[in-house]
């Protein structure tokens, strides 16, 4: 199952969204799968309780209270429901693990070892208790007693989750005893897939030019294509921590994709980022610039540069509000588009809802943003300069979710749309250019290791424009094979 919620984690990083992880413990640990597994168990100790008799009834609906509210996120209250009756009831192995699962996950180590340790007393083999215990060491920093407890824990465990969420922590472990405070994580991918539209162009093969009043045949290389194509692509992101708080983080990634018969579309990116980043209690905050440079049939074709903020604000195990902010330039080297050169800024806002079983997870964004018309090269078309249909305000939203069937499989899909009007009438077909672009993603990852997923995934998108030699509709099929190194 961790594999499945490091899936879950990682829907946010996208410029949309997602976007990258939803809680991490201390030392860079995936704690959302522990935060499951904590409520199973839990919810497990509030099963017990409803099939105790009616005689003792207040006491157990106290009990299945705080679980409830441990499960919803809430150990905080949870605690405050149990501290005043731990005199009374410490030594009740199911009392002493909702005291302590309630101060631990809400930041009261010291005092969860302790009921732990009770817990401990009565059941020596109990696994959960155990674990929780180890992790309590942990964010006390006692990492010696906490390396004791997981390894104990690590043992006693038969789910893979478990297992592989306490190998997570005993990692994290050693690279804090080595001194080590450099993360790096990579993937390589590569696949093929069927492209109905590779040039990204218009079906119509003729065109109304109402400045001529004339109908217009268009140049083949500007009407839809479909073909057959390969895609590569690897990357990786080195992070390194300058104290507790603060920390520096770089990162490349590069993708080929080429095609079957039309190689005058075949494309190769090459991005860069680096950056600061600050990290404290619920929020997570990177600042940093980027660079790309991309190559369309074989030559050199543009350029970006800017900068990009990006905020996250964990609310409960469960809610996770994202914010972003961009300033982007796009140059064009090829002289003949060069008239095209924009600068854009954007906005966004998202919402990611981990849903109460852990296993299934919904987004939603919204965005805005602007394409400042910059070139100074005046043509036919555009006599003051730049583009020939000016500027662009746009504004959209997505939303998107993805379940979890088995601890191998997870189901996605995401949709959005995107409106975007232009400043300048157009030359040729007089209007102003409006634009509506709707997509939608939907596939399957399978991971059939840990660390190798394989992804059958359908893209579809639409673009509808008043000016039909911009609209167009695509659909992309494809399977991709990838394999991540950490």
């Known amino acids: 199952m961790n594999m499945i919620m490091n899936k879950i984690l990682k829907l946010a990083k996208p410029a949309m969204l997602t976007l990258p992880g939803l809680l991490m413990a201390a030392g860079g640990v995936n704690a959302q799968e522990t935060v499951r597994q904590t409520r199973q168990r839990v919810e497990l100790v509030v099963q017990k309780t409803a099939e105790i008799p009616a005689e003792i009834e207040p006491y157990e609906k106290l009990l299945q209270e ?109 690279a804090q005893q080595e ?60 992070d390194h921590g300058l104290n507790a708080n603060w920390g520096l983080f770089a990162g490349a990634d590069l993708r080929k994709r080429g095609n079957n018969t039309h190689d005058q579309f075949d494309s190769v990116s090459t991005d860069a ?116 249909d000016g500027a662009k305000q746009f504004r959209g939203l997505r939303v998107g979710g993805q379940s979890a069937i088995n601890e191998r499989t997870t189901l996605f899909a995401t949709t959005g749309m995107q409106d975007g009007d232009y400043s300048k009438t157009n030359y040729y077909f007089l209007r102003k250019r409006h634009d509506r672009l709707v997509d939608l993603t939907t596939g399957v990852n399978w991971r059939w290791d840990k660390l190798w997923t394989l992804r059958p995934q359908l893209n579809y998108s639409r673009n509808n424009s008043n000016i039909e030699i911009y609209g167009y509709d695509r659909t992309d099929i494809s399977l991709t094979v990838r394999r991540d190194l950490r």
């Not at 590779?198 to 109908?215: E, Y």
Request: no cysteine.
């Open 66 to 174: 705080a679980g409830k509210l441990i499960k919803n996120g809430k150990p905080a209250e949870a605690y405050s429901l149990l501290e005043p009756l731990e005199f009374e009831h410490a030594g009740e192995e199911r009392f002493d693990y909702l005291i302590g699962i309630a101060a631990l996950d809400s930041g009261k180590p010291d005092k969860a070892t302790f009921a732990l340790e009770r817990v401990l007393a009565v059941n020596p083999e109990n696994a959960a208790a155990r674990l929780d215990m180890a992790r309590a060491y942990y964010q006390l920093g006692d990492m010696q007693r906490a390396r004791t407890e997981f390894a104990a824990a690590l043992e006693q465990s038969t789910s893979v989750a478990a297992r592989a969420n306490i190998r997570n922590y005993l990692d994290a472990i050693d």
């Open 179 to 238: 001194g080590k405070r450099t993360r790096f994580s990579a993937y390589v991918e590569g696949g093929f897939g069927r492209d109905n539209n590779v040039n990204i162009s218009t079906s119509q093969s003729q065109v109304f030019v109402d400045r001529f009043a004339i109908v217009g045949q268009l140049d083949p290389s500007n009407i839809k294509m479909a073909d057959n194509y390969y895609a590569l692509a690897a990357g990786g992101e080195i």
């Open 273 to 388: 980022r680096a950056g600061v980043m600050y990290e404290a209690k619920e929020n997570r905050l990177r600042l940093g610039v980027l660079s790309g440079k991309y190559n369309l049939g074989g030559s050199h074709y543009s350029d970006t540069s800017g900068f990009k903020g990006e905020w996250r604000h964990v609310f409960s195990p469960g809610n996770q509000l994202n914010a972003f902010a961009q300033a982007v330039q796009y140059r064009y080297t090829n002289a003949d588009m060069q008239s095209n050169d924009f600068d854009l800024q954007a906005i966004g806002l998202g919402w990611l809802h981990i849903l109460a079983d852990g296993s299934s997870s919904l987004s939603g964004s919204v965005h805005f943003g602007a394409e400042k018309d910059v070139s100074p090269i005046i043509t036919v078309a555009s006599p003051t300069g730049g583009r020939n």
